[in-house]
């Protein structure tokens, strides 16, 4: 008698291992959210977002605005004293630095701020289930701890970048300069190379 089943190269008792089902159940899962984002995105236009820049900035979107504003805070918090208009000079530092950088690496980050400003993605990928200009800076640091824990890799490597480019900035400005009691370039030499 022949068995109906054809042979497989999974055999039963390994699907019965529990670390490997979690693992195939991570994956399904993992697959059906981004495969829900991409549609998602798909539908909203998302994935050639041709959105112009904000009023007044070369790369920044009024949406990257609202991120920023809350991640700012929150990255440089005891650094920089939590005063709008100085938090501003640190997304127009951030701006211009996107804007001077190549642009594939535009383009990613781009990307990133992308995913990070679509409501589903926002929710199933940072765990932030308000706009960017509405979250608290608990909920904003909530989301870096998990990227900065997760298993993938993707997101440990935005957490990074994400962490880096605020206080990159501001330490490159004449406020986070006097900060770090850095006086500043000899003038004799700033002027030489900026003339």
């Not at 211009?96 to 990133?112: D, M, N, Y």
């Not at 992308?114 to 200009?133: F, S």
């Not at 206080?167 to 406020?175: N, S």
Request: glycine letters at 10%; charged letters at 15%.
């Amino acid at each position: 008698m022949s068995n109906p089943v054809p042979d497989h190269p999974i055999k039963r008792d390994e699907l019965a291992n529990p670390a490997r089902r979690a693992l195939l159940q991570v994956g399904a899962l993992g697959s059906i959210a981004l495969g829900s984002a991409g549609l998602g995105a798909g539908l909203s236009g998302c994935t050639q977002n041709t959105e112009a820049a904000a009023a007044g900035y070369r790369v920044l979107r009024d949406a990257d605005l609202g991120f920023f504003r809350a991640l700012v805070p929150v990255v440089l918090d005891g650094q920089m004293p939590p005063d709008p208009a100085k938090i501003d000079t640190v997304i127009r530092c951030i701006d211009t630095t996107l804007h001077l950088i190549g642009e594939p690496s535009r383009k990613a980050f781009v990307q990133l701020l992308d995913l990070l400003n679509m409501g589903l993605t926002r929710r199933l990928i940072a765990g932030v289930p308000v706009p960017w200009d509405q979250a608290t800076p608990p909920q904003v640091s909530g989301f870096l701890g998990k990227w900065q824990r997760s298993s993938f890799a993707v997101l440990n490597a935005s957490y990074r970048a994400l962490i880096k480019l605020p206080p990159a900035v501001f330490y490159g400005t004449h406020e986070g300069w006097a900060i770090a009691g850095y006086p500043g370039p000899p003038p004799t030499q700033f002027a030489a190379l900026n003339s």
